[in-house]
C-alpha cells in the first residue's frame, strides 16, 4: 500500500497533468481508504493480570485478582467503575444470593444504607452513588491500578498466547503487556480484537448478522417523584407491605398511566420503577429494537431516540397531575443498557439444554438460579406479546462451568459477565449482575494463579481457586 504523502503526490501530479477532475481525484482517494502510518509505541507498564472493563464483572475480576496475590490493571472506557450498575443507571440486582463477593458487596452496602431498604439477599435497589464510591475504595484498598477514560482498541499474539493490549486514551496509544488477559467489556471487544470467534444475538452466523435478531437496549434514568408512598401503587418498593400489588400488577398499571398521558404503549410494555430511597426512583421504561451494539452511529442515534422517549413519558406522567405531580428526571443514563453483545467462544459453550437439565458441573463458579428472559426483539412483539418471554423454556436452577470462562481460539485469555461463551437463550438467563460477579471472582482469581504460577487458565483446576478464595477471606 502506497503511502498516504506518495499517494498524494501522485494525485497531485496527475491532478496537474490534468488527467482527471479534482471531485474525480477526491473519490478515487476516498475509494482506496486511508492507510495510517505504522508507528512505535512504548510499553507503559506490565501487570500479571490486565482486566479490560470495568463492570460487574471486571470490577470483581479485578479485585479478586489483586487480593490473590497478582499486580492488576483494569481499563475503563467510562468515568466511573460498575458499568451498567452506575454509568447504566441499571437500578436493580437481580440472583445476588451468592456466597464470596456478591455477599461482601451486600454487607458492604447495607453497611452504607445504599440497599434500598430490602430484605432480600437476591434482588434488591441500590444507592448508585454509593456504589460508585464503594467500588473505587475497594479497588484502591486492593492494590488495583485502574484507568478511566482509557479505551481497549487492539490486542496482539506471540504464536497463539495473547501477550499484549493497546489502549486509547488522552495520554494517546499505550501498549500493555501481561501473561493472563481478561475480557470483562460486555461486548466482547478483547476477545474480538484477539481474533476469538464469536456470535451474536439469536443468529448462527456472525456475517449474517445485519438484521441484529439482538435484544434491546434501555436507557434507564433516575427520578425524583415528590412522595414515593402516594405512588406504591406503581413503584416497587424493597420490602413491599403486606397485601400490596405484585411487581407485574405495578408493572401493568404504569403501562396504562403511560398511555394515559402519552396515547402510546411504552416502547418496554413491562415499564418498570423501583423505589432507590427517600423520593428517589429508578425508572426502565424504553427499548431500542434491532441496534448493533458494535456500530457507533446506530447506538448514537438509539440513545438519542431513548433519551427523547424517556422525556417524552415523564413529562406525560407528570402531566397527569395527582401523585405523579412533580416527577421529574434527575439524569439519563450515560450509556444506554445493552443486554446483548458479542459471546465470546469458549472450552465450553452454555446452552438451553444445560438450563432444562439443571446442569451441575465439578468446576461449576455460578449457581444461576434466574430464569429465561429474552425482552422483545421488536416493537410490534412489544406491543402484541408482551415485552419479556420465556421463548418455552423453564429453566431449572444451573452451573456456568469454568471453562465457559476461558477462550478456546486463543490462549491466556478469560472472559467474565455477559461475553462468557453461551447461546442466545442461555445468555439471557446468566446476564443478570450477580452472575456476572460469580463469574468475575472465578476469572480474577484463576487468572492470577495461572500468571503467578506461569500456567495458563486452563491449567488451573477450579478446586485450586476455591482453596485461594477461601485464603483470601472471599469463601468461607
Ligand atoms: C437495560 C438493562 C437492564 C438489565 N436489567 C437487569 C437487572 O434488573 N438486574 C440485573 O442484575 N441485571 C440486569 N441486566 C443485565 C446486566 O446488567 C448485564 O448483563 C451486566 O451488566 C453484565 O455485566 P458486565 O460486567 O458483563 O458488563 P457491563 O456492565 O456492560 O460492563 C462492561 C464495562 O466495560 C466497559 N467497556 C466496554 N468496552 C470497552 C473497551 N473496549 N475498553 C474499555 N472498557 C470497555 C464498559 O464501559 C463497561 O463499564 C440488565 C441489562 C440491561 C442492559
Given at each position: ?47 500479571d493480570v ?15 485478582a489483586?487480593?490473590?496475590?497478582a ?107 501481561a501473561p493472563v ?266 487468572a492470577a494463579l495461572a500468571a503467578l504460577s506461569k ?22
Amino acid at each position: 500500500m502506497p503511502s498516504p504523502v506518495s499517494r498524494r503526490h501522485f494525485l497531485t501530479a496527475a491532478l496537474a497533468g490534468g488527467a482527471a477532475s479534482p471531485a474525480q481525484l477526491i473519490a478515487a482517494e476516498v475509494a482506496s481508504g486511508f492507510h495510517e502510518p505504522a508507528r512505535d509505541i512504548p510499553f507503559a507498564e506490565d501487570a500479571d493480570v490486565i482486566v479490560c472493563g470495568a463492570g460487574p464483572a471486571g470490577v470483581t475480576a479485578a479485585i479478586t485478582a489483586a487480593r490473590a496475590g497478582a499486580k492488576v490493571r483494569l481499563f475503563e472506557w467510562r468515568g466511573c467503575l460498575g458499568g451498567i450498575w452506575t454509568a447504566g443507571l441499571l437500578g436493580y440486582f437481580l440472583d445476588f444470593d451468592k456466597p464470596g463477593f456478591a455477599k461482601e458487596l451486600r454487607e458492604k452496602l447495607d453497611a452504607r444504607d445504599a440497599r434500598a431498604n430490602s430484605k432480600s439477599a437476591s434482588r434488591f435497589c441500590y444507592d448508585p452513588e454509593a456504589l460508585k464510591l464503594l467500588l473505587e475504595e475497594l479497588c484502591v484498598e486492593a492494590g488495583v491500578k485502574f484507568q478511566f477514560h482509557t479505551k481497549v482498541c487492539a490486542a496482539f499474539k506471540e504464536g497463539n498466547q495473547l501477550t499484549t493490549i493497546v489502549t486509547e486514551s488522552k495520554a494517546g496509544r499505550q501498549a500493555w503487556k501481561a501473561p493472563v488477559f481478561i475480557d470483562t467489556t460486555g461486548d466482547g471487544d478483547l476477545g474480538a480484537l484477539a481474533g476469538c470467534g464469536f456470535k451474536v444475538g439469536d443468529a448462527e452466523d456472525i456475517n449474517a448478522v445485519d438484521a441484529c435478531p439482538c435484544q434491546p437496549l434501555s436507557l434507564n434514568a433516575l427520578l425524583v417523584v415528590k412522595d414515593a408512598e402516594a405512588l406504591r401503587e406503581f413503584i416497587r418498593f424493597g420490602t413491599p407491605k403486606p397485601g400490596e400489588n405484585t411487581d407485574g400488577e405495578k408493572k401493568k398499571r404504569i403501562r396504562d398511566e403511560i398511555v394515559k398521558a402519552t396515547g402510546q404503549i411504552p416502547s418496554y410494555a413491562s415499564s418498570t420503577l423501583w423505589h432507590v430511597r427517600g423520593n428517589l426512583c429508578f425508572a426502565m421504561f424504553n427499548h431500542e429494537y434491532g441496534v448493533k451494539p458494535w456500530d457507533a452511529a446506530e447506538i448514537t442515534a438509539a440513545t438519542v431516540r431513548a433519551r427523547a422517549d424517556m422525556h417524552r413519558m415523564i413529562n406525560g406522567l407528570r402531566s397527569l397531575g395527582g401523585a405523579w405531580e412533580g416527577i421529574q428526571i434527575v439524569a439519563t443514563a450515560e450509556q444506554i443498557g445493552v443486554r446483548d453483545g458479542r459471546r465470546i467462544a469458549g472450552r465450553y459453550t452454555v446452552k438451553t439444554d444445560d438450563l432444562v437439565k439443571g446442569a451441575r458441573y465439578e468446576d461449576g463458579v455460578a449457581l444461576v438460579t434466574f430464569g429465561v428472559d429474552v425482552h422483545a426483539t421488536t416493537a410490534e412483539h412489544n406491543k402484541a406479546k408482551g415485552a419479556i418471554h420465556t421463548k418455552g423454556v423453564k429453566a431449572k436452577n444451573y452451573d456456568i462451568p469454568l471453562r465457559a470462562l476461558i477462550a478456546k481460539d486463543v490462549d491466556g485469555l478469560m472472559m467474565a459477565g455477559r461475553c462468557i461463551s453461551g447461546d442466545f437463550i442461555a445468555h439471557s438467563s446468566y446476564r443478570v449482575t450477580g452472575n456476572a460477579v460469580a463469574m468475575g471472582e472465578a476469572a480474577g482469581v484463576t487468572a492470577a494463579l495461572a500468571a503467578l504460577s506461569k500456567r495458563m487458565p486452563h491449567e488451573v483446576a477450579w478446586t485450586e481457586g476455591l482453596e485461594k478464595l477461601k485464603a483470601i477471606g472471599q469463601r468461607v
